[in-house]
């Protein structure tokens, strides 16, 4: 008899703990600021505001995967990712709520009023925040504008303009006029090269045609490339990589084209996200020789890499500039802190051994929660500069 995989009961229980105590964590803290604590709310209030807590905490998870999941249900999709997004400003600020506390409890303020005053202030500021970071999520991004000097580049490709795109994430909620205005800038800013380094969708080619339609009409005097981000290996990565060919884009799956003007020429290459390797999507990994193969090594190099991370594999390969996203420039404060944790920067522009730069978008559009807070997003014009004589 043929043996089957053996079940591991103890590995499930350790993630259902781990479920269990972030959920806790999450919904917990902001029920006994805002609910429990000293508050001593009339019971009418009390008990409604635990069973919206409860109710919340018990609905997230089954949302996230009916919307995350195989499914891919772009409704549960949005309310889950709400959610996580309201949830996770309410955590922050019940935790700064309760240094509050401790300042009002020091000046001799008793509860109740020590704790309505706590949950007044997280509750506005909450909003305040939710209500300014929906909107900075869902508008056009605004043009961040960088000059990059590589001491390589030929005076012929002076004053060369990249646009760099990342981490569209077109996702549950429909942004195709998002999408347009988004077109529209780029190709206000008459752009010599666009790169997108990836990100581009949360879901399936079929389910966001539509939404990357715009990226067609893009515009680029000599080039428009793309590299995969780590959520194409969620979605199909090969289709999205054969999609944006089919758009009129180079997908630079660890391959380069060379850019020329002026009698001076530009090694453009890519190469596949960090975790393609472990995808299972065959031929996708991380090759920084494939992608330099047979170019000249005199040549000044512009690598697409979706993480910053990658800019080890610049280093060691002699990479003039990096461009990347991913980090979203943490996207939710204080999310930046735990960014930092994995990856070496979170956004602009930073140095790497004796030649190589990088540049680290804050990302063009969202992932996930549909607001930004204290991280806005952006559409790079990166303007590359040859050494003054």
């Known amino acids: 008899m043929e043996a089957g995989p053996r079940r591991r009961p103890g590995r499930a229980a350790r993630f259902a703990l781990v479920v269990a105590a972030v959920l806790a964590l999450l919904f917990g803290v902001p029920w006994w ?10 019971t009418p209030v009390f008990v409604a505001g635990t069973v919206v807590f409860a109710a919340a905490a018990a609905a997230f998870p089954l949302l996230m995967v009916s919307g995350h999941g195989g499914r891919h249900r772009d409704g ?4 889950a990712d709400t959610l996580l997004g309201v949830v996770w400003v309410l955590l922050v600020w019940s935790l700064l709520g309760n240094v509050l506390s401790l300042v009002l409890r020091a000046a001799g303020v008793g509860d109740p009023a020590r704790s309505r005053i706590v949950t007044a202030a ?33 005076a012929g490709l002076d004053g060369l303009r990249v646009v760099l795109l990342t981490d569209t994430h077109y996702g549950p909620i429909d942004r195709a006029r998002w999408s347009r205005g988004v077109t529209a800038v780029v190709n206000s800013l008459e752009p010599d090269i666009v790169a997108h380094t990836g990100d581009i969708a949360d879901g399936e080619v079929a389910q966001r045609r539509e939404m990357a339609a715009p990226l067609g009409d893009v515009r680029a005097a000599l080039a428009r490339v793309y590299v995969t ?12 990589v054969e999609h944006m060919a089919s758009l009129g884009w180079e997908a630079l799956h660890n391959r380069h084209v060379i ?8 090694v453009v290459a890519g190469v596949d996200d960090r975790t393609a390797a472990g995808s299972g999507v065959p031929g996708h990994h991380m090759d920084h020789d494939a992608a330099l193969g047979g170019a000249d090594p005199g040549l000044p190099v512009l690598l697409l890499a979706h993480q910053p991370q990658q800019v080890t594999g610049a280093v060691a390969h002699g990479v003039d500039l990096q461009l990347s996203g991913h980090t979203h420039g ?15 920067v979170l956004q602009g522009l930073s140095r790497h051994g004796e030649r190589t ?13 549909p607001f930004r807070i204290f991280a806005p997003s952006e559409i790079t014009l990166l303007t590359l500069h040859a050494p003054r004589p």
Do not use: C, K
């Not at 925040?129 to 869902?138: F, S, V």
């Not at 943490?330 to 070496?344: E, I, N, S, T």
């Open 229 to 240: 981000g780590n959520h194409e290996y969620f979605s199909g990565a090969q289709r999205w």
């Open 357 to 369: 730069q990088l540049y680290t978008s804050r990302g063009t559009g969202f992932w996930g929660p």
């Open 33 to 42: 600021t805002l609910v429990w604590s000293g508050n001593d709310w009339p």
């Open 122 to 154: 997280v509750a506005v500021i909450a909003l305040v925040l939710l209500l300014w970071g929906h909107w900075e999520a869902m508008r056009v991004s605004r043009v961040q504008r960088v000059d990059v000097t590589l001491p390589r580049l030929g």
């Open 259 to 266: 850019v020329s003007r002026g009698g001076d020429s530009l």
């Open 330 to 344: 943490g996207q939710m404060w204080p999310f930046h802190y735990l960014v930092r944790l994995d990856q070496p």
């Open 76 to 79: 549960a999709a949005r309310i």
